[in-house]
């Protein structure tokens, strides 16, 4: 879970935590490539906000995990942060801290990728 804002963090990581996953958060991609070096990841979720990241930096990180599925939560719903999730195969949760539309997104990811796994 990747977000320059702690509370937001927090709220999203503690919504999942309420459907039982484990959430490994970072304020930046640097964080989170460091903090979850040991661990395989069964999606990553990046809440994309224009105003506040370097895309350069999170198209290269995207890029690097293209094999776990990406759910870019778009915080302001914008053209340019659609077009990046797009670009990286991540699926698009236009759904600004919309913690339901969060959790349900992140259910339909893992369960398509479970149904892929098994077949």
């Known amino acids: 879970m990747v977000d320059h804002d702690v509370r937001t963090r927090e709220l999203i990581s503690a919504a999942l935590w309420l ?6 958060s970072g304020g930046s991609v640097e964080d989170a490539r460091t903090g979850g070096q040991s661990m395989a990841w069964d999606a990553i979720v990046v809440v994309l906000d224009p105003r506040k990241q370097d895309w350069e930096s999170i198209g290269e990180y995207l890029a690097a995990h293209s094999e776990v599925p ?3 939560v778009s915080q302001l719903g914008d053209h340019t942060s659609n077009l990046l999730a797009e ?3 991540a699926t698009v949760c236009a759904a600004p801290l919309r913690l ?3 959790r349900q997104t992140v259910r339909q990811v893992l369960a398509q990728r479970a149904a892929c796994s098994a077949a």
């Open 19 to 24: 459907d039982g996953y484990r959430v490994t």
């Open 70 to 72: 990406v759910i870019a």
């Open 87 to 89: 670009e990286y195969g």
């Open 100 to 102: 339901g539309i969060i």
